[in-house]
Nanobody, 126 residues
């Protein structure tokens, strides 16, 4: 089992910055990568950013490119999402998720976000 705890959300004006943290504990050795998702009111949850275990590969969705950066401090088992130039449309609940490799006999391995944090609210006012 992997436990995830997010922090760092809050209320900020448009153009401001926030840094979200996600601290992992438990069987962290199982984790292959981490993702940050967000869910805006009335919308589906979307993957905003992801990073591999050693930080060798990162990805962010097009709507936040150039504004959001994801990083991983392996010594602290903590993943960060630095959010700059925030816009009202960035408002939502942000969740971190841990990706693990699922192996089933006779099938190729799959990568699944199997563990989730409780979420942290980010509100950007115009």
């Amino acid at each position: 089992q992997v436990q995830l705890v997010e922090s760092g959300g809050g209320l900020v004006q448009a153009g401001g910055s926030l840094r979200l943290s996600c601290a992992a504990s438990g069987s962290v050795f199982l984790v292959n990568g981490m993702g940050w998702y967000r869910q805006a009111p009335g919308k589906q949850r979307e993957l905003v950013a992801s990073i591999t275990r050693r930080g060798t590969s990162t990805n962010v969705t097009d709507s936040v490119k150039g504004r959001f950066t994801v990083s991983w401090d392996n010594a602290k088992n903590t993943v960060y999402l630095q959010m700059n130039s925030l816009k009202p449309e960035d408002t939502g609940v942000y969740y971190c998720a841990a990706q693990v490799i699922k192996q089933r006999l006779g099938y190729p391995p799959t990568y699944e976000y199997a563990y989730w944090g409780q979420g942290t609210q980010v509100t950007v006012s115009s």
